[in-house]
C-alpha cells in the first residue's frame, strides 16, 4: 500500500464524506444481518442476495440512490469478504463501524488513466461521482494500480492507498540466507548481527503527546475542546504510524535487495493478537504478560514486514516454526529456557555462548532455513519437541 495525501476542494469533499457515509451504511446493514450468524450456519444472505436487496434499498431512498452504486457494492465485497476471513478464523468478527471512525471507501477495477502526475509534487486521482481529486505526489505511484481505499482520518485528513502488488526486487544470486527475528528487545534483529528499530515518536513528541492525554481526561465530554484535543492526539498518532509504514517499506525492500532467502518466524501473528484477549466465557491465559507481547508485535508492524516482504522477495520467505529458537544456542545446539537471560541477553548454560537473544534466534532462523539446522551438529532439532520429529516437519509451516 503507498499511501498519500489527498487535497479534496471543500465541494469534492462532501461527495468524498457522502460515500464514506453509504459504505458505512451499507457496511452497518450486512453487520446487522449477520449479527446472529455463526459458523458453520447456513442461513444469513449471501453477496449476490445482498446486492439484491441493496437494488431494492436504492429504489427505496432517494439519498442511497444519488450516491454511488460502485461505492455501495464494493462495501458489500468488503463485508463478504470479511465474513469469508471471520469463518476462515484469521480475523475477528466483522464490526459495526462509526461516524468519524476509520472512515473510508474502496474502488476497484482502477484503469490505468485513473491516477496521473500534473506536477512535480501535485498529482490526481479519479473518484466516482467525485471527478478528479488533487493529490500529493510524495513517491511515485507503483505501476499496475488495481485499487484503492480513501480514508479520513480522525484528524479529518484525507487519504488515499493504491493497492499494487509491488514489483518483486531482483534476488542478489549470493545464495545468502538472513535470519530476521521479530525483537523483544528491538523491532527486527537479523542474523549479521544488525538491530534493526522501527521509528517511534521522538521525546519531544512523546512529552507533548503525554500532554495531550491528561488534557484529554481533564475536558468535559462533548466539548469542543475535547474535540480539539482529540484532533491534536490523533494528528501525533498518525504521524508516528507514517513513520512505521516508511520503515517496513524501507526496510523489507533492503532485505529482498540483500539476501536470497529471508527466513521469519511464523507468528499466525492474528491468531496470537486474539487469543491473548480470550472470549468472555474463557479469558486467555497469561493475559497481561501477553497483551504487553502483542502491543510490542503490533507496534513494530512485524505483520506487515513479512506481509511486504513476501510481495518483495515472492518465493524467497520462509516462515519458520519459531518453538525453541530463542531457547536454543545457535553454537553449540543445547536448548534451555535459563539460556535466555533476559529479554535482550542469550547465555548458553551448556557452552557459555554468548549474543544478543534476538540475534540468536534470527541465527537459529537463517540455519534452519538453510536446512542445516543445530541438529546436524548434535543438539536437538530447532521448532521440534523434545522428542524428534522427521525433519520436514522442522521446516517451512507456511
Ligand atoms: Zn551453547
Known sequence: MSRYRLQPSPAQEQVLLEHCGHARYVWNLAVEQHSHWKPGRRNAPGFAEQCRQLTAARADNAWLRAGSVVVQQQALKDFAQAMANFSGKTHKRPAWRRRGRGEGFRIVAVKAGDVRRLSRHVGEVRIPKVGWVRLRWSRAVPEGVKSYRVTRDAAGRWHVAFAAIPEPVPAPGTGEVAGVDRGVAVSAALSTGELLNAPGLRDGEKARLLRLLRRLARAERGSSRRGRVKA????????????RKDWVEKTSTGLARRFDVIAVED????????????????????????????????????????????????????????????????????????????????????????????????????????????????????????????????????
Not at 491534536?232 to 513513520?243: L, N, P, S, T, Y
Not at 535482550?344 to 539446522?373: K, P
Open 267 to 398: 507468528l499466525k501473528i492474528s491468531n496470537m493478537t486474539r487469543s491473548a484477549r480470550g472470549t468472555l466465557e474463557a479469558p486467555g491465559r497469561n493475559v497481561r504478560q501477553k497483551a504487553g507481547l502483542n502491543r510490542g508485535i503490533l507496534a513494530a508492524g512485524w505483520g506487515r514486514l513479512v506481509e511486504r516482504l513476501e510481495h518483495k522477495a515472492p518465493g524467497r520467505v520462509r516462515k519458520i516454526n519459531p518453538r525453541y529458537t530463542s531457547q536454543t544456542c545457535n553454537a553449540c545446539g543445547h536448548r534451555a529456557a535459563e539460556s535466555r537471560e533476559s529479554q535482550s541477553r542469550f547465555r548458553c548454560v551448556a557452552c557459555g555462548h554468548q549474543a544478543h537473544a534476538d540475534v540468536n534466534a534470527a541465527e537459529n532462523l537463517r540455519d534452519t532455513a538453510a536446512g542445516h539446522a543445530v541438529a546436524a551438529r548434535g543438539g536437538l532439532p530447532l521448532g521440534g519437541p523434545v522428542n524428534r520429529e522427521p525433519q520436514r516437519d522442522l521446516l517451512l509451516v507456511g
Open 232 to 243: 491534536a492526539i490523533a494528528k501525533v498518532r498518525a504521524r508516528e504510524a507514517d513513520r
